[in-house]
């Protein structure tokens, strides 16, 4: 089954500490994205690609990290920099190609505990 | 600057009734394209219905139809026969002119009642 896969499901964390966030798709997409959503709260844009060794900030980009070196990974490094990292984090793709709508596929999500 | 409005936090409705869930928005792109999403307690985001900004008709899949009013700036979900399965935070989206890259609403939390 094509799909997104995003592990751990839950993660806790100690203060001070980084953590990364895995994020494969099988779906042949070129774009991928990173979204943070807050108790009660929309989603809002952290990080996203379109293409492989290439990624742009969204619009909470501070205190994250990423990287792009194959095109099926997307991993999102959580610093130690990040004020208030407590989060749901959703990974998503889509295909980046004229005539699409440009929906996004997402995966399960992760839900980071900062102890 | 992109702008979506979600102003129902949360509704209640009975089983079988018809729903609304306003959305409105702001662009300055001539051209993009409105998303309904659906996320269950469980997390997962589900893709409902999409509209695109030239499209003549409004959108319909199944149970879902899209109110789309371009001169009002709103994208309106209507979800009809209401069933408990429906009970869930529901998104409105909207894509600009860079693709992919989607504005999300606050949300609004639907609870269907027996």
């Known amino acids: 089954d094509g799909g997104i896969t995003q592990s751990p499901k839950y993660l806790f964390r100690k203060e001070g500490q980084n953590v990364t966030l895995s994020c494969e798709q099988n779906?042949?997409?070129?774009?991928m994205y990173w979204y943070r959503q807050d108790p009660g709260q929309g989603l809002r844009l952290i990080y996203y690609?379109?293409?492989?060794?290439?990624?742009q900030k969204g619009d909470i980009a501070e205190g994250y990290s990423v990287s792009r070196e194959k095109k099926e990974s997307f991993p999102l490094t959580v610093t130690s920099a990040q004020k208030n990292p407590t989060a749901f984090y959703l990974c998503?793709?889509?295909?980046?190609?004229?005539?699409?709508?440009?929906?996004?596929?997402f995966g399960e999500g992760s839900r980071l505990t900062v102890l | 600057a992109q702008k979506i409005t979600q102003t129902q936090p949360g509704m209640f409705v009975q089983e079988k009734e018809a729903v609304t869930l306003d959305c409105t928005y702001d662009t300055s792109d001539p051209s993009y394209g409105l998303f309904w999403y659906k996320q269950p307690s469980s997390g997962e985001m589900i893709f409902l219905i999409y509209q695109g900004s030239y499209d003549q008709q409004n959108a319909t899949e199944g149970r879902y139809s899209l109110n789309f009013q371009k001169a009002r700036k709103s994208a309106n979900l209507v979800i009809s026969a209401s069933q408990l399965g429906d009970s869930a935070m529901y998104f409105c989206?909207?894509?600009?002119?860079?693709?992919?890259?989607?504005?999300f609403g606050a949300g609004t939390q639907v609870v269907v009642t027996p």
């Open positions: 989206a909207m894509r600009g002119r860079s693709w992919g890259k989607l504005q």
């Open positions: 998503a793709s889509s295909i980046v190609a004229g005539g699409n709508t440009g929906e996004l596929f």
């Open positions: 779906l042949n997409h070129d774009a």
């Open positions: 690609s379109q293409i492989v060794n290439d990624f």
